[in-house]
């Protein structure tokens, strides 16, 4: 049964006792990363790379949100390039790769709060996906589209490189056909003023875009162990996700200028245009390849742990789990969600990446199950951490007056051309080489 084998060595093994078949070129992986970059969040979430106040209004005109958007997706996409191409040169999925920069007891750390932000991420894309379904026909109820968004990403999950390769076949040009028609739509109606304000907020908005393309970070090599060669994956990934995440996100903002800001209302444009509806269900749709990316990893996150574990099982197991949680709870604080995913994975890339590439990892890492522990890493990645909360120390009340109380305490007062994440992760960059040297 010739046949039976090759589809094995096809697909990805069900634990991570056998090795990753090294399968993806660069257009498998370009289509993949480039799906990825679009998202109905580029929509409902476009608000926040104008940096909303705390009554959620928003600081920034349009057209520095444009800018403050691009900026910060091609910096996170760079970022992303960084997490990508460990992956293809390891063929390690990315928590197994964290063993070798924390030892692999360690690596539990990160790779317990990967899955928190994947299960946040499955059941918000399902939330998502259900509310635009509803804004296209609002007379099915809202749990017939959960829950058909649920099973169709459990499928998904099943056969991952096939689902991959589905996306670059049919999917990756419809959206692309879908993107074009609505700019050309949307440029036809009279946009109001896009550079109304001041410009002050620029580095909030520019580090909200760029935690959505971090939150990828601990999930790329999941899919580039896969890819054929390092610099295949670093360029898919780096350009392939930036450039459409940018084009997503302005039409995102664009809409939100036609409806004067009222995050709300903002698939409306969509729907109002001729056609609207067809080319808005081709988005809706392709959704569920984010739902599927992030349950896959999931299940790849957590074999880290149980590396025995059979990952259809768990697939099945997180997609169920996801649906129940979509049927339960609305999106809640979006904003705050981000910039916590900022400030713990960008500092963590800032703290692979020097290792990695400046550090013992150009020695090649042990990421074997007895790795031993690097605490001097995990120091470094809480500086950086640290860095983050106190130039940008976000909006949940008793959380930020702590860390403006450090602010004070330590004389430090955040300006407005200080950002975030450019500053956390050379902090924790900077502190893991220091600390990599020190113990030579
Ligand atoms: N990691 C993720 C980033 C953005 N959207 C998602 O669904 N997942």
Redesign the pocket.
């Known amino acids: 049964m010739p046949s039976a084998v090759e589809t094995r060595a096809d697909e990805v093994p069900y634990t991570l006792d056998e090795p990753a078949p090294k399968v993806l070129g660069f257009w498998d992986q370009s289509a993949f990363w480039a799906n990825l970059g679009v998202?109905l969040?580029a929509f409902s979430g476009a608000y926040t790379v104008l940096a909303p106040d705390a009554a959620g209004r928003p600081t920034l005109p349009i057209l520095a949100g444009i800018v403050a958007m691009a900026v910060g997706t091609a910096l996170g996409g760079l970022m992303l390039g960084l997490a990508a191409a460990p992956g293809a040169k390891t063929g390690q999925p990315a928590m197994v790769l964290l063993r070798g920069l924390f030892g692999a007891r360690l690596s539990y750390v990160p790779t317990v709060l990967n899955i928190a932000q994947?299960v946040g991420?499955g059941t918000f894309?399902l939330i998502v996906i259900a509310d635009a379904a509803r804004a296209l026909w609002d007379d099915v109820p809202r749990w017939v589209f959960v829950v058909a968004a649920g099973v169709l990403t459990t499928a998904l999950t099943i056969r991952p490189l096939g689902s991959v390769r589905l996306l670059r076949r049919y999917v990756t040009a419809a959206v692309l056909i879908a993107l074009v028609y609505f700019y050309v739509q949307f440029l036809r109606e009279p946009l109001p003023d896009l550079n109304h304000g001041s410009w002050s907020g620029f580095w909030t908005g520019a580090d909200a875009a760029l935690a959505?393309s971090i939150?990828?970070v601990p999930?790329a090599a999941d899919y580039t162990r896969h890819s054929r060669t390092p610099r295949a994956a670093f360029g898919a990934a780096a350009v392939g996700y930036s450039v459409t995440q940018i084009f997503a996100y302005v039409l995102g903002l664009l809409a939100l200028a036609l409806v004067a800001g009222d995050s709300t209302k903002v698939f409306d444009p969509f729907l109002h245009v001729s056609l609207g509806v067809a080319f808005f269900a081709v988005f809706v749709l392709r959704e569920a390849d984010?739902s599927f990316a992030?349950v896959y990893s999931t299940a790849v996150s957590i074999q880290n742990l149980v590396p025995r574990a059979d990952r259809r099982v768990l697939s099945v197991a997180l997609g169920t789990g996801i649906t129940v949680l979509a049927l339960v709870f609305d999106i809640g604080d979006y904003q705050s969600f981000l910039s916590l995913i900022g400030s713990v994975f960008v500092p963590l890339l800032g703290v692979l990446a020097a290792d990695f590439f400046l550090g013992a990892g150009r020695r090649g890492w042990d990421t074997g199950r007895a790795a031993p522990a690097r605490w001097s890493m995990i120091v470094a990645w809480a500086a950086g951490f640290a860095v983050y909360q106190l130039v940008y120390p976000g909006g949940v009340g008793w959380w930020a007056r702590g860390w403006t109380h450090v602010q004070s305490w330590l004389h430090f007062t955040p300006q407005t051309w200080m950002s975030a994440s450019l500053l956390s992760f050379a902090v924790a960059g900077a502190a893991a080489l220091l600390a990599g040297r020190t113990r030579r």
């Open positions: 998202s969040f994947l991420w894309e959505v939150s990828w999930v984010q992030n």
